[in-house]
């Protein structure tokens, strides 16, 4: 089943570039947090998003990507695929935006769960990209029989850059 995801958020956003204009591509690297904190030394990943403007200052789209964690001491790395809605606000004269990508994040390691991804952001804007620092964060909840409820928090602090391509 993650496979099947995986493909269907890359075929989507693949199709979207070839097709429309609105599409960006970058990359980011971050500081584990959280849950994360203790396990991963650090993050990096590749970003993708196809936006449309849906009103003055305002871009709604889809995003995807990879952010990979690095396993410190003895501990695995380990990665997530968002598959996620994106919105993306541009403060009338200036360069500066807030953004927000809401949706899941799915496991690329066997035995860890996915869960809710949640990205908020702060940026600035150029012609041909935009450099943020978001705060990226999976979490999972879980009812265990007889143990009552389980929950963790990846997260990461992150600086990325995104470039535009029409």
Known sequence: MKKLLLLGAFALLGGAAQAQEGFKIGGHIG???????????????????????????????VTTGYSHFFGKDHFDDFGFVPVAVSGKYRFSGAPIFVGLDLGYGISTKDGVDGGFYAQPKFGYQMSKGELYIGYQSISNKRDLPGWGSYSWNVGAVNLGYNFFIK
């Open 31 to 61: 500081i584990p947090v959280s849950d994360a904190s203790d396990v991963s030394s650090f993050t990096l990943g590749v970003d993708a998003a196809y936006m449309w403007n849906i009103a003055k200052g305002l871009d709604l789209g």
